[in-house]
């Protein structure tokens, strides 16, 4: 059965940091090509940061360029997002997606977490 499942969400001040967290199992992790997204309510889900297999490859969005990292450990079947200098629009549910490759678009993902909710304070 194949689970992916984010910890690290949180109450944080604007300016702040918090490191999301996404534990793989079920499927042969270091094949997939790994992404975070986030969505608020009432809007689509959006991309947010990709890893090649290998973790050389990232790619972001421009919104969170120089402020987030995308990591993975496929050791430890993990994969980590560092998020500093927090703003208030980053306040959004964070998902974690694995897939063959490594695209920006939610379709291009097979597998999905639940999400964890990240909240920043202004």
């Known amino acids: 059965q194949v689970q992916l499942v984010e910890s690290g969400g949180g109450l944080v001040q604007a300016g702040g940091s918090l490191r999301l967290s996404c534990a793989a199992s079920?499927?042969?992790?270091?094949?997939?090509?790994l992404g975070w997204f986030r969505q608020v309510p009432g809007k689509e889900r959006e991309f947010v940061a990709t890893?090649?297999?290998?973790?050389?490859?990232?790619n972001y969005a421009d919104s969170v360029k120089g402020r987030f990292t995308i990591s993975r450990d496929n050791a430890k079947n993990t994969l980590y997002l560092q998020m500093n200098i927090l703003k208030a629009v980053d306040t959004a549910v964070y998902y974690c997606a694995a897939g063959p490759s490594r695209a920006t678009t939610v379709g291009a993902y097979d597998y999905w977490g639940q999400g964890t909710q990240v909240t920043v304070s202004s």
């Open positions: 079920g499927f042969t992790f270091s094949a997939y090509s």
């Open positions: 890893i090649s297999t290998s973790g050389v490859l990232k």
